[in-house]
């Protein structure tokens, strides 16, 4: 039989989760099988096995899960980045749950090759690591090994040549230790009285322990007082949180300090310790951290748990070094002192032998017309070799009083000419053999020739200049006189040539001289000295001189004065005389006189001196009036409010016109002492306000008429007002300012004070203290500000009563305040609201309407600056500012 099998078609149901199977489907399907199995079911192709679909659903539903997960394993293996991204998420807690002997065993091998690969490409990288590890610890290894060294050294050169040093010697032989190691061994002396033990993290004490017989604070204080030092020194120089203070000095005390990774160790050592107890302080803190370590990160104060930290310490203070007697080295110093003696002795004399040869050469050295070359001393004898002129100095003679021996001396001398002015000196007299009339000297390193010679020596001694030029110093002959006649009468003729050249008036143009007989000739102006006059004294024959003068007229200012005095012939009153080449003419004269003088001036002008007559007052009556009229004149344009704008001097009569300021000078009365005629005076003043300060000030304090307590003063061209004023009068004063503002002055009133009694100050402080409060939204006050608004309304009638007894107005200005919640312009109109609804408010008490003021802030003047609650509530205000005029 032949059944259809139809396909089935399962319910569309998720399971709770991918492993649970849908056992409802289950076994529907299995039941909808049992029903169309069909036993006569054959493949419809040969060979291909038959696939029934209802199988295919069952295996799905039964394994479907385990095949999706076998298909995205079998996916993620083939692909190496998933597969090791898989792996890296679950790696680190595979490690983690894994065996450590287990997981150690596998990964060392692995580890050790990477590292060992890693440090062979890049060495740099593990010495960057290990770089601040290392560092310090090999930096302070180094460092305590350099001062172990040099105290080594210290002790041992302190002690190699004493009776003890001898004894450590032979010591230090007989054990095989190092002498160094002997000396300190016996020579340092030390003692460890504390040892403190604190936490590095709270500086709290451990552990403390002291010697016998040592004297000490508190120790919980002295612990705080190192912990407080070791922080200070770290934030001091920014030094990193691993170091520390090492060494702290006091007197014969050391402080030396071990750190550890949860306690430091200090041990306070009086004496010169050696640099080897670091070691042994060093251990002890280790055998501590090794024993103690999780008590010492725990510690908060409990020392129960460090019982035994204290036994450790007592390690440390037991250590020390007794001082050792030492005697001087008496032994040592007799057989340095058996070596050095004779040593010394023979050390001196060729110390003084040596100097006293140098005191020789340097004698020599010093000699004119000796150069020493070369000298040397060799094995006790002296060698010396050099130039020596034969007009210097005897070198043998000069060994006398040096000391040395003659006998040991070996010189070898070389005969030149020296070129010292000296010896030269010497040579020219000898070769010159100079008259008596000539002297010889050197000046500046130079042989000058003074006095009288014949012509013929005067040529040798030129021949001996010129030779002398070639390169010896200078022999200068151009002070010596030729005493032949002629020269002495050219000579003389000269003289008297010089004598007239320097006469004024005297133009010497030619002179010669020819036979023996002198020609000269020139111009003379007759007022000059006679020229043959001049010869007396001269030692020239008169009967050889023959002259030939032109007469002409000097400009010298001398004969020029002579000349005006015979043409003027100035009156007693004027007096002529020379003021730097020109001629100044003073006193009084007639006008007839002045212009005759004038004249003579301008002729003058011409190319003589300068004739200034502008000294010389004429003395007419009419000048004398025209005089004292332009001192008046004067007189008036230096007055403050005067000003002068036109005035003349006619028919005798004077006339002024001008501007006057009604504050400034009389004119009339400014004529008392100018010796001007007042009836001969024609005077028209028109009125006008002078601008400057000293009127202005004047004309200010008749309009504001101010107080006793305000002053005006002028400063520098500007008015200023200082003071104290009631606010009406400042208000004025202000007014008054902008008025000279305009007319180019300044009123300065910024150094007014307003004049308030105390009284008004007090109740202007406390209605500017008064806020007027609403809710939000509200432009009326609620119930509760009504106390507030009677008050306020009392407050401001007795202001303005007081204010109106003391002279001045009060006025108050009711400014609305809003909060930040709404529109900008609502919150502006609400706040304009809230200052009118006070006015009101205020009026309805009594308070004078025109007294109130009413502007809206907004938000623009808060309050309070924060936005919250509070502030809003106390932004939503009406404020009262006072102001007097």
Not at 271 to 277: H, K, R
């Amino acid at each position: 039989m032949t059944s259809t099998v139809d396909p089935i078609s399962l319910p569309q149901r998720a399971a709770s989760n991918d492993t649970e199977i849908d056992r409802e489907a289950l076994a529907r399907l299995l039941i909808e099988i049992a029903r169309n199995v069909d036993p006569d079911y054959r493949a419809r192709l040969e060979g291909v096995p038959a696939a029934d679909p209802r199988m295919e659903t069952l295996r799905q539903l039964l394994v479907g899960g385990e095949i999706s997960e076998l298909s995205r394993v079998t996916h993620l293996l083939d692909e190496p980045e998933q597969l090791a991204a898989a792996v890296g998420s679950v790696l680190p807690s595979a490690a983690a749950r894994a065996p450590h002997a287990q997981l150690g065993e596998a990964l060392a091998p692995a580890v050790e090759r990477a590292v060992q690969r890693s440090i062979q490409k890049s060495p740099r990288t593990l010495t960057d690591i290990l770089y601040p590890v290392f560092l310090p610890a090999i930096r302070k290894s180094i460092g305590e090994k350099i001062d172990q060294t040099f105290q080594s050294l210290n002790e041992t050169l302190r002690h190699i040549f004493t009776w003890h040093g001898l004894k450590w010697r032979l010591e230090a032989w007989r054990t095989g230790a190092s002498f160094s190691e002997v000396v300190l061994k016996h020579s340092l002396v030390y003692r460890v009285e504390h040892v403190f033990l604190i936490n590095r993290n709270s500086g709290l004490l451990i552990a403390h322990v002291t010697a016998d017989n040592a004297t000490s604070e508190d120790p919980q204080l002295i612990s705080s007082m190192l912990s407080a030092i070791q922080d200070f020194v770290k934030d001091s120089f920014n030094e990193k949180e691993q170091s520390g203070l090492d060494t702290i000095r006091f007197g014969e005390l050391r402080l030396w300090s071990e750190v550890g990774p949860f306690a430091t160790l200090v041990a306070v050592i009086r004496g010169n310790p050696p640099e080897e107890l670091h070691e042994i302080i060093r251990d002890v803190l280790l055998r501590i951290h090794d024993e103690c370590s999780q008590a010492l990160e725990q510690f908060d104060g409990d020392s129960s748990q460090l019982a035994g930290v204290e036994t450790q310490l007592q390690t440390c203070v037991e250590l020390k070094q007794e001082e050792s007697n030492q005697g001087f080295p008496w032994l040592v110093v007799a057989a340095v002192l058996l070596v050095l003696i004779p040593a010394g002795g023979w050390f001196f004399l060729s110390w003084q032998s040596g100097q006293r040869w140098q005191a020789y050469v340097s004698r020599l050295g010093t000699q004119p017309g000796i150069i020493v070359a070369e000298q040397k001393v060799r094995d006790g004898q002296f060698y010396i070799a050099g130039l020596r002129d034969p007009l210097a100095a005897d070198p043998q003679a000069l060994l006398a009083g040096t000391q040395v021996d003659p006998a040991r001396v070996h010189s070898q001398w070389q005969f030149y000419q020296s070129l010292d002015p000296e010896f030269v000196l010497k040579r020219l007299t000898v070769s010159l053999v100079p008259p008596d009339s000539v002297r010889l000297s050197i000046v500046n390193d130079r042989i000058v020739a003074e006095g009288e010679a014949p012509d013929t020596w005067i040529d040798r001694a030129r021949a001996a200049a010129q030779q002398l030029s070639a390169g010896g110093p200078e022999f200068d002959i151009s002070k010596v006189r030729d005493v032949s006649p002629e020269a002495r009468a050219a000579e003389h003729w000269q003289t008297y040539v010089s004598r007239l050249e320097a006469q004024a008036g005297i133009i010497v143009a030619q002179q010669t001289v020819r036979g023996g007989h002198f020609y000269i000739s020139g111009l003379r102006d007759p007022l000059a000295a006679d020229p043959q006059a001049l010869l007396s004294g001269t030692q020239v024959d008169p009967a050889r001189v023959h002259s030939q003068w032109q007469f002409y007229q000097s400009l010298d200012p001398k004969f020029v004065l002579k000349r005006l005095m015979v043409s003027l012939v100035p009156p007693d009153s004027v007096r002529l005389s020379i003021v730097n080449d020109r001629i100044v003419a003073e006193g009084e004269a007639p006008d007839t006189w002045i212009d005759r003088a004038r004249a003579a001036a301008r002729q003058l002008s011409a190319g003589g001196p300068e004739f200034d007559i502008s000294k010389v007052r004429d003395v007419s009556p009419e000048a004398r009036a025209a005089e004292h009229w332009q001192t008046y004149v004067s007189r008036l344009e230096a007055q403050a409010g005067i000003i002068v704008a036109q005035q003349t001097a006619r028919g005798g009569h004077f006339y002024i016109s001008g501007l006057r300021d009604p504050q400034a000078a009389d004119p009339k009365a400014l004529l008392s002492g100018t010796g001007v005629d007042p009836a001969r005076v024609h005077s028209q003043w028109q009125f006008y306000q002078s601008l400057d300060p000293k009127f202005v000030v004047k004309r200010l304090m008749a309009s504001l008429t101010p107080p006793d307590s305000v002053r005006l003063s002028i400063i520098k061209d500007r008015i200023v007002a200082q003071g104290e004023a009631p606010a009406a009068w400042i208000d004025r004063a202000r007014v008054a300012a902008q008025q000279l503002s305009a007319d180019g002055l300044s009123l300065e009133i910024s150094e007014l004070r307003e004049l308030t009694p105390p009284q008004l100050t007090h109740l202007r402080e406390a209605i500017q203290a008064v806020d007027i409060l609403f809710d939000s939204g509200k432009a009326v006050p609620g119930p509760e500000q009504l106390p507030v608004l009677d008050k306020l309304a009392n407050q401001l009638k007795e202001l303005a009563k007081a204010a109106r007894k003391a002279g001045v107005t009060a006025q108050f200005m009711l400014t609305g305040h809003s909060d930040e919640t709404g529109r900008e312009t609502a919150k502006l109109s609400i706040s304009a609201a809230r200052a009118e609804t006070v006015r009101a408010l205020l009026k309805k008490r009594g308070v004078d309407p025109e007294l109130l003021l009413v502007r809206g802030a907004g938000t623009f003047e808060p309050a309070e600056i924060e936005n919250s609650r509070t502030g809003n509530s106390a932004n939503r205000r009406v404020s009262v500012t006072v102001n007097f005029h």
